[in-house]
């Protein structure tokens, strides 16, 4: 089966944060060895020069997004979009035509690549004095595994819009992707179409204790790869193999056996699920 390259969603961007914390965390930056033209223009000028002799005091995630914290209160935001990945080497490999840009740091022992077959990705400094400024202009909800089951419940059941997009919507819950809704929906017995304020609190609840418990699974998985994803070490994740109705059009369904897995076109992405177990 062909897939065409899927954006990380919160648990293989998880992934990623976890393994640049050990690899570098509390290391000192020695310089950008290479920038390519795209990534400049999405950054204050001079920004390597700012990177030189600085300390990484700690590395955070808001729903897709990486934050790589710097001593000076300056920091870098990553978004790895459709094809990007941070990958930690040794140094002493070839280049790749995809790698935009290469952080080496003190100790010479290793360097972090950011390579993107699409350059689609992000890699942004953001200047201390910046910080306030870009996180109003970001407008990102709360983090999907730190939201609480009411206000997750009270924001969702305020809408009057299709579960499936407003799940999808960055500025209402942050991390989900198109992979984990499905899968969320399909354990919440949800129709992917039907209206967030015709849903019960207590289904919106249950929802909650099912996208918890999928995500935090997918994490101890390392993610889902299909095509492009990754960790820091260049190895791929593995929640592909409990994926219950995402790419499984066509196969029966694991709960009821009686239908088999559809799929369709809901905001104007490809959405899985079970007519049987979640009816309109």
């Known amino acids: ?15 990623v944060v976890r393994g640049l914390r050990k690899g570098i965390l509390r290391r000192k930056i020695a310089k950008v060895v290479y920038c390519a033209p795209h990534l400049k223009k999405m950054n204050t000028r001079g920004f390597a020069r700012d990177l030189m002799g600085r300390n990484i005091s700690s590395i955070d995630r808001i729903g897709k997004n990486i934050f790589i914290n710097l001593d000076d209160g300056a920091f870098i935001q990553v978004h790895l979009r459709m094809t990007g990945r941070l990958i930690m080497d040794n140094g002493k490999g070839d280049y790749d035509c995809h790698d935009h840009l290469i952080l080496e740091f003190v100790d010479g022992k290793s360097r972090l690549v950011f390579r993107d077959v699409r350059k689609f990705g992000q890699f942004v400094y953001i200047p201390a004095g910046r910080k306030e400024r870009f996180f109003d202009e970001l407008k990102i909800g709360i983090d999907a595994l730190k939201i609480s089951a009411e206000e997750f419940t009270r924001i969702l059941k305020s809408k009057n819009r299709m579960i499936k997009p407003l799940l999808l919507d960055q500025s209402i819950v942050a991390g989900l992707g198109n992979i984990y809704v499905d899968e969320i929906l399909f354990k919440s017995r949800v129709h992917p179409q039907k209206i967030s304020s015709r849903i019960s609190a207590r289904k919106l609840s249950e929802m909650h204790r099912h996208m918890l418990k999928t995500l935090r699974s997918a994490i101890d998985n390392m993610g889902t790869t ?7 070490n260049n190895e791929p994740g593995n929640f592909q193999s409990y994926l219950q109705v995402y790419a499984n059009a066509g196969n029966l369904c694991p709960r009821c056996g009686k239908n088999k897995i559809k799929k369709i076109v809901v905001a104007q992405r490809g959405t899985h699920y079970c007519p049987y177990c979640q009816k309109l």
Do not use: A, H, K, Q
């Open 226 to 232: 299909f095509d492009s994803f990754s960790n820091v």
């Open 1 to 15: 089966m062909l897939f065409i390259p899927i954006m990380p969603e919160l648990p293989e961007v998880e992934t």
